[in-house]
């Protein structure tokens, strides 16, 4: 079949925000006809077939598509400790049926499309099924579902999109056949958030743009886009991510306000934007510091670390995006921000000469 890049009508770069079922409700018509894709979270695999029995409020789209008729949604299947794809996976007849019932959902729901977040092919660390074998079937799951995809496109005379949510590391290159599976793929979401936090115990960003001398860790959104160009995927399908949420260390050495340093556990969430705006920046003891070379903000107020995206780490990010030649930015997730700043900062980024 032939590789698939998208490309789009005029320069517009692509701004997807994830949106938790329970939040489908809270999207404004304002939001809405800012983003040009959504990505409803989650459905969930059970025995092969994919499921929507516990994803709420999908008889809200319609209202959404008369907010932003060009709004454009897909079901993302899977998340953090969502298993059921290894097991689907492995078999022909589970890869058939995992995508007969996407299809059958996307024509139920008048979706646009499926997004894959599997949580991660090969890796059983969200307490979910793996294989090594996963490597492998990883890609034909793909080559099934975009099969099946495109015989429902041909019926109704339009393309759905095959998208997937990818971790944001070397690991998941290894764990794939990234150079294989984009080809079934209208583009590639890199989750370049959570880079440090819930397996680290050294504090340091989450969702930097560059790497700093300095950080041990070595991740960054630029070199997760040096890793799955190299891996073989087109930087045009690359969709880099941003988070509406934080991390956060406790007990943390004040020194070098706290950056870098060794707290008794591991990074864990810390509050999402909205409380951020209301109760931390600058606020009730912790001071916002500004890493110019990571564009990336932190927090400290002598203790407590805290990592996270604000609008001027945004807008670095959406100036790199478009000065790289990537296809777009994507958010983990809508409902974290509530004062509507970080949608409205991207926004304003991408449309930006």
């Known amino acids: ?17 994830y949106v938790d079922g329970r939040a489908l409700p809270t999207v404004t018509p304002e939001d809405a006809r800012k983003m040009t894709h959504i990505n409803i979270a989650f459905g969930h695999v059970k025995n092969d077939a994919v499921t929507v029995e516990n994803t709420q409020n999908l008889d809200f789209l319609p209202k959404l598509r008369e907010y932003n008729p060009q709004l ?33 959902i996307l024509r139920a729901r008048k979706l646009d499309g499926i997004d894959i977040d599997w949580e991660y092919p090969t890796y059983g660390q969200a307490g979910i099924g793996a294989s090594p074998e996963d490597k492998y079937t990883f890609t034909l799951l793909l080559e099934e579902l975009r099969n099946a995809l495109d015989e429902q496109g041909q019926k109704d005379g339009r ?10 590391g070397q690991y998941f290159v290894e764990g794939t056949e990234m150079d ?8 590639v979401q890199l989750m370049t958030y959570d880079m440090r936090g819930g397996f680290q115990n050294t504090t340091g960003h989450h969702s930097n743009l560059y790497t700093p001398v300095g950080d041990l860790n070595r991740s960054s959104v630029v070199d997760t886009v040096r890793i799955f160009t190299e891996a073989g995927v087109p930087k045009e399908k690359l969709v880099i ?13 004040n020194v070098n306000n706290g950056m870098y340093q060794m707290s008794p556990a591991n990074g864990g969430y810390g509050p999402v934007y909205t409380d951020l705006a209301a109760n931390y920046i600058n606020k009730n003891g912790f001071v ?18 805290i990592t996270y995206d604000d609008p001027e780490s945004m807008a670095a990010k959406c100036a790199y995006l478009k000065e790289a030649g990537l296809l777009g930015i994507m958010f983990w997730e809508y409902s974290c921000d509530e004062t509507h700043t970080l949608l409205d900062t991207l926004y304003k980024a991408l449309q930006a000469k």
Not at 1 to 17: A, F, N, P, Q, Y
Not at 86 to 102: L, P
Not at 159 to 168: D, E, F, P, S, V
């Open 241 to 253: 991510g941003a988070a509406f949420y934080s991390r956060m260390w406790k007990d943390v050495p």
């Open 180 to 187: 294989k599976a984009q080809k079934y793929l209208d583009w």
């Open 1 to 17: 079949m032939l590789e698939r890049v998208l490309i789009l009508s005029d320069t517009k770069h692509l701004l997807i925000g």
């Open 159 to 168: 393309h759905y999109y095959l998208t997937i949510a990818a971790g944001a």
């Open 288 to 305: 916002r510091y500004w890493d110019d070379v990571a564009k990336a903000p932190w927090l400290f107020d002598g203790s407590t670390f």
């Open 72 to 104: 454009e949604i897909l079901l993302s299947v899977g998340g953090w400790s969502a298993g059921g794809f290894s097991e689907a996976a492995s078999t022909a007849e589970g890869r058939r049926k995992f995508a007969q019932t996407s299809v059958e």
